[in-house]
């Protein structure tokens, strides 16, 4: 069900004219739409309906890029690994070009402090040196069902 701010007209529904059983057939129904009006209010199925209905497009854009976007990282990573090997081969720690400048880093070790184990050997410590920052709201996105 989808909330209305001003009361039906009529007198005949409480909500949205788009829920109402005479929508389609009333004169004084409303012209505008629940999810661009701003006087109106979603429940859970509503909202669920309205957003699957009104974002379909932009979810099949998303499942489109982030297909892509994988493709090409894998190609990248492919490409790398072919440069690095022949990098190994001519023994070429460094190469310039107009477009790149590559640079072979050999295998290393890198330290970072287990924040896991330090919170349970030393919560004291642990919570003394964290600090709280806001994070800004995002939306996670897995595309399902692997390279297409
Ligand atoms: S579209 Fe918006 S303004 Fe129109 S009836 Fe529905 S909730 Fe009210
Ligand atoms: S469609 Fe007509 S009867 Fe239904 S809520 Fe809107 S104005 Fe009222």
Redesign the pocket.
């Known amino acids: 069900m989808?909330k209305?701010e001003?009361a039906c007209p009529l007198g005949k529904f409480e909500g949205?004219?788009?829920c109402c059983p005479e929508f389609g057939s009333c004169a004084e129904e409303?012209s505008?739409?629940?999810d661009t009006?701003d006087?109106?209010t979603f429940d859970e199925e509503s909202g669920l309906q309205t957003f699957k209905n009104s974002q379909i497009n932009v979810m099949q854009e998303i499942c489109n890029i982030v297909t892509i976007k994988k493709q090409v990282e894998a190609k990248e990573k492919e490409l790398k690994d072919k440069l690095k090997a022949a990098m190994e081969l001519y023994g070429i720690k460094k190469f310039n070009s107009d477009e790149l400048e590559i640079t072979y880093v050999p295998d290393g070790i890198r330290t970072a402090v287990d924040g896991t184990k330090l919170k349970k050997l030393h919560p004291e410590i642990a919570a003394e040196c964290s600090k709280v920052s806001k994070t800004s709201a995002y939306v996670k996105i897995t595309v399902k069902g692997g390279d297409k």
């Open positions: 989808i209305c001003n949205c004219c788009r409303c505008e739409r629940p009006c006087e109106s």
